[in-house]
Nanobody, 119 residues
Framework: QVQLVESGGGLVQAGGSLGLSCAAS????????MGWYRQAPGKQRELVAR???????NYADSVKGRFTISRDNAKNTGYLRMNSLKPEDTAIYYC?????????????WGQGTQVTVSS
C-alpha cells in the first residue's frame, strides 16, 4: 500500500509565497507521474501543475509564471512552489500520483491541504 502525505499550505497574504510537499511512502513502488490539483468551494477540482510520464510539465494558465512544480526522485517527493499568490488561489490542494507497483498502475491522492490567500 502506498500513501501520499502532503505538508505545507496555510494562510498567506496576497502577493506572498507558500510551498507544498507530497511524500510517497510504501514498499516496492515507483512513481510514473505526479501532479497537483486544487478544489475551491463550489467548484470542480482542477489541474494546477503536473509532470507527465515523459517528464515534461503542464501548468494551468492561471498559475503559469507563478507556480513551479518539482520533484526529488530519490525521496519520492513532489513539491509545488507558489509565488505571487492571489485570493483566487484559495483552495484545497491535492497531490496526485500514478504509482507502479507489482506491474500495476494505480492513481493515488493525498489528503489535501488548505491554502488560503487573504486580500
Amino acid at each position: 500500500q502506498v500513501q501520499l502525505v502532503e505538508s505545507g499550505g496555510g494562510l498567506v497574504q496576497a502577493g506572498g509565497s507558500l510551498g507544498l510537499s507530497c511524500a510517497a511512502s510504501g514498499s516496492a513502488f515507483s512513481i510514473n507521474y505526479m501532479g497537483w490539483y486544487r478544489q475551491a468551494p463550489g467548484k470542480q477540482r482542477e489541474l494546477v501543475a503536473r509532470f507527465t510520464s515523459g517528464g515534461s510539465t503542464n501548468y494551468a494558465d492561471s498559475v503559469k509564471g507563478r507556480f513551479t512544480i518539482s520533484r526529488d526522485n530519490a525521496k519520492n517527493t513532489g513539491y509545488l512552489r507558489m509565488n505571487s499568490l492571489k485570493p483566487e488561489d484559495t483552495a484545497i490542494y491535492y497531490c496526485n500520483a500514478q504509482i507502479i507497483s507489482g506491474g500495476y498502475y494505480v492513481d493515488y491522492w493525498g489528503q489535501g491541504t488548505q491554502v488560503t490567500v487573504s486580500s
